[in-house]
């Protein structure tokens, strides 16, 4: 049926997104580590 294709869709779309999200998350966190280790004046910086 048409809904419950449409809600698989939405539900695998969610899960995209999400992982996208994540990922994002942690390259920026990574990121940030390597600049923190490269300039040690930016550590009081909240």
Excluded: K, N
Aim: glycine share 2%.
């Amino acid at each position: 049926d048409t809904i419950g294709d449409m809600r698989r869709a939405h539900r695998a779309m969610l899960l995209r997104i999400r992982q996208y999200i994540l990922a994002m998350r942690e390259s920026v966190d990574i990121a940030d580590r390597r600049i923190r280790r490269c300039d040690p004046f930016i550590d009081h910086i909240p």
